[in-house]
């Protein structure tokens, strides 16, 4: 079991150790004009991103779920679950619609020119194609992971020293920021470090921008420049990039002191004046009018308009691709999680089980890869494999069968595969853990093999953890777009890929219907989470 679980995790961190070696190969002089020219700039652009977005997460995040969590106003348990809605709406589509809507020639700019008579000179508009508007556009989207964290530590935490604080004359705010802020830093932190990945991943947002980051600078590199070696340099430095995220969440979480939790105190919600009241609701409406009210309304209005009537056989047919590679993620995603959560439970005291631990652990961080990372990780070592295949075809079976593995979804497949296991593993391990080891002793004393425990009495008590993992699979498979763009085969497109193209071509009422679909798709787990979240 454990050799098996060492292999396992060398075929899913492949895609590493591809971008590591690759690394050192040769290049042809492309990589000494990246350096030169663009490299500086790369990282500019991509750290400061990351601190726009991640300023901005834990503002919105952080305060919206002190509002929600401590407040009474008008309107609070309903913003209380409108406020994780944007999460579902890929953040690439968002930026499609406000460009559409905040561009020169867009409806927001011709209204104001039309009302005041202005004209082109007579006025400055901010730049929505800009690095700030990147940033904007991405926290809308993703400040909901530091909101749920967030939200949960304070409802959570004992309120004794808060409330002893307030009694002690400080004001609500001072209270708020010099002892619940510190105790709730922990969650502040992973959620803050959630949406900092996904920034570094991002690659939709920034393309459609003109934004040079390490994400579009290797997608370019690779396909604008020719040149492999130059892309896994790229990739290997958003590889340091995302492992020095990492490290500094670990680092400060792990000198981050235990929260007080006391369930044995009711939270006592404050109830402010009514102009307080007027701008807590104000102060959570924003995000979400921002985030999903505008871009999914501005998405229905198109596609109710001209999206019906455009391009319907290819719509369907993306749709069809689509939900076959997420059914084929989903099912493998599964069965791998389940392998490893089984390993991991029946695991013994031993060296090689130690390795077995770290084995895991290795072959579950693939979420925290960039999708750009993971297809130029892997397009090198599975180019080589391909020909070897080719080779050995033709010497022993005189055919040649082209690229098996490159031409065809497989790469696709277990590029994604690598990227949403963590997704399936952290849903079903937890389950499988919680099943008591005397049940399984009990059915072997009365004969039972371990296959038959399995299928008879574990299985049943691990669906509702087998489906969710398998949701949540399935539309993050549907909405990836950088590998999805970087390995699919010739002419195969799902709804992600038609969204960028259509959008791309600035086409945006014919991708409207593609685009709309992701987002209600997308809305599925965040419904399913807001529910267990609200009723624990």
């Known amino acids: 079991m454990a050799i098996a679980l060492i292999v396992l995790a060398g075929l899913l961190m492949l895609p590493?150790?591809?971008?590591?070696?690759?690394?050192?190969?040769?290049s042809d002089g492309t990589w000494n004009h990246i350096r030169?020219?663009?490299?500086?700039?790369?990282?500019?652009?991509?750290?400061?991103?990351?601190?726009?977005?991640?300023?901005?997460?834990?503002g919105i995040g952080t305060g919206a779920a002190w509002i929600v969590s401590t407040l009474n106003f008008p309107g609070r348990k309903l913003l209380e679950w409108l406020l994780v809605l944007p999460i579902a709406s890929p953040a690439y589509i968002i930026a499609y619609v406000y460009t559409d809507l905040l561009e020169f020639a867009g409806p927001v700019q011709t209204s104001l020119r039309h009302l005041t008579g202005w004209g082109a000179n007579d006025y400055w508009f901010p730049e929505i194609r800009s690095l700030q508007g990147a940033g904007i556009v991405l926290a809308s989207?993703?400040?909901?992971?530091?909101?749920?964290i967030t939200r949960s530590a304070f409802l959570n935490?004992?309120?004794?020293?808060?409330?002893?604080?307030?009694?002690?004359?400080?004001?609500?705010?001072?209270?708020?920021?010099?002892?619940?802020?510190?105790?709730?830093?922990?969650?502040?932190?992973?959620?803050?470090?959630?949406a900092l990945?996904?920034?570094?991943?991002?690659?939709?947002?920034?393309?459609?921008?003109?934004?040079?980051?390490?994400?579009?600078?290797?997608?370019?590199?690779?396909?604008?420049?020719?040149?492999?070696?130059?892309?896994?340099?790229l990739a290997g430095c958003l590889l340091f990039l995302v492992a020095a995220i990492l490290v500094i969440e670990r680092v400060s979480r792990a000198n981050q002191g235990g929260n007080a939790i006391a369930r044995d105190v009711t939270v006592r919600r404050m109830t402010p004046g009514p102009f307080s009241q007027f701008i807590c609701f104000l102060a959570c409406a924003l995000p979400v009018l921002i985030g999903f009210v505008i871009p999914v309304g501005t998405l229905a209005i198109l596609a109710f308009g001209e999206g019906f009537q455009a391009g319907v056989s290819e719509f369907l047919r993306s749709v069809s691709n689509s939900l076959t590679l997420s059914v084929i993620i989903s099912i493998l995603t599964l069965g791998i999680s389940l392998f490893l959560a089984y390993a991991q439970r029946g695991r013994t005291r031993n060296d090689l089980s130690r390795f077995s631990g770290a084995a895991t652990r290795l072959a579950t961080l693939g979420y925290a890869l960039p999708g750009t990372l993971l297809a130029v990780g892997l397009l090198l070592p599975l180019i080589a494999l391909d020909k070897s295949i080719s080779r050995l075809a033709q010497d022993f079976l005189g055919v040649n069968p082209g690229l098996v593995l490159t031409g065809s979804i497989a790469t696709l497949i277990y590029a994604c595969t690598i990227r949403f296991l963590t997704v399936s593993y952290n849903t079903v391990e937890p389950a499988v853990n919680a099943i008591p080891r005397a049940v399984d002793e009990a059915a072997r004393t009365l004969g039972s093999?371990?296959?038959?425990?399995?299928?008879?009495?574990?299985?049943?008590?691990?669906?509702p953890a087998l489906y969710s993992a398998a949701l949540l699979v399935?539309?993050?498979?549907?909405?990836?777009?950088?590998?999805?763009?970087?390995?699919?085969?010739f002419n195969f497109e799902t709804l992600a890929t038609r969204v960028y193209r259509l959008a791309s071509d600035e086409r945006l009422s014919e991708a409207s219907i593609s685009a709309?679909?992701?987002?209600?798709?997308?809305?599925?787990?965040v419904i399913l989470i807001n529910k267990v979240s609200r009723s624990s």
């Open 197 to 233: 990945m996904e920034t570094a991943a991002d690659f939709g947002v920034s393309d459609y921008f003109g934004i040079t980051t390490f994400s579009t600078g290797i997608y370019r590199a690779w396909y604008g420049m020719g040149d492999p070696v130059s892309s896994l340099r």
């Open 449 to 463: 093999r371990l296959s038959r425990i399995v299928y008879e009495i574990h299985l049943p008590g691990l669906k």
């Open 474 to 489: 399935f539309i993050d498979t549907m909405r990836e777009l950088p590998a999805t763009l970087l390995l699919r085969p």
């Open 16 to 26: 590493v150790l591809g971008v590591l070696v690759g690394s050192f190969g040769e």
């Open 157 to 194: 935490q004992s309120q004794t020293r808060f409330h002893a604080a307030r009694s002690l004359g400080a004001s609500p705010f001072r209270a708020f920021w010099s002892v619940a802020l510190p105790s709730a830093r922990a969650a502040i932190i992973a959620g803050v470090a959630l």
């Open 36 to 58: 030169e020219t663009v490299l500086t700039e790369y990282l500019l652009h991509t750290l400061g991103l990351l601190m726009i977005v991640g300023v901005l997460t834990a």
């Open 516 to 525: 709309l679909a992701l987002v209600l798709i997308g809305l599925i787990p």
């Open 141 to 148: 989207v993703l400040y909901p992971y530091v909101y749920l």
